[in-house]
C-alpha cells in the first residue's frame, strides 16, 4: 500500500512563507514525477508545480517567482517552498505522485494540507 503524508501547513501572514512536505511510503520500484495541487473552498482543484525525475520544474502561472519545488530522490520526497504568499494562496494542498510498479504505473494523493493565508 503506497502512502504519500503532506506536512507543514498552517496559518501565516500575506507576504509571509511556508514549507510543505510530502513523503512517500510503502512497496514499490521508483517514483516519476511529483507534484503539488491546490484546492479553495468552492473552487475545483488546480495544479501548482511538478518536478520529473530529469529535474525539469513546471510552475502555474500564479505561482511562478513566488513557490519553488524539489525533490529528494533518497527520502522518496517533494518539498513546495512557499514565498510572499497572498490570501489567494489559501486552499488545501495535495501531493500527487506518479508511482512505478515496474510493471505498471498509477498515480497516488495525499490527504491534503491546509494552507491559510490571512491578517
Known amino acids: 500500500q503506497v502512502q504519500l503524508e503532506e506536512s507543514g501547513g498552517g496559518l501565516v501572514q500575506p507576504g509571509g512563507s511556508l514549507r510543505l512536505a510530502c513523503v512517500a511510503s510503502?512497496?514499490?520500484?521508483?517514483?516519476?514525477?511529483m507534484g503539488w495541487y491546490r484546492q479553495g473552498a468552492g473552487d475545483e482543484r488546480e495544479w501548482v508545480a511538478t518536478?520529473?525525475?530529469?529535474?525539469?520544474?513546471r510552475y502555474a502561472d500564479s505561482v511562478k517567482g513566488r513557490f519553488t519545488i524539489s525533490r529528494n530522490r533518497s527520502k522518496k520526497a517533494v518539498y513546495l517552498e512557499m514565498n510572499n504568499l497572498k490570501p489567494e494562496d489559501t486552499a488545501v494542498y495535495y501531493c500527487?505522485?506518479?508511482?512505478?510498479?515496474?510493471?505498471?504505473?498509477?498515480?497516488?494523493w495525499g490527504q491534503g494540507t491546509q494552507v491559510t493565508v490571512s491578517s
Open positions: 500527487k505522485a506518479n508511482i512505478d510498479f515496474e510493471i505498471s504505473y498509477e498515480d497516488y
Open positions: 518536478m520529473s525525475t530529469n529535474g525539469r520544474r
Open positions: 510503502g512497496r514499490f520500484f521508483s517514483i516519476n514525477d
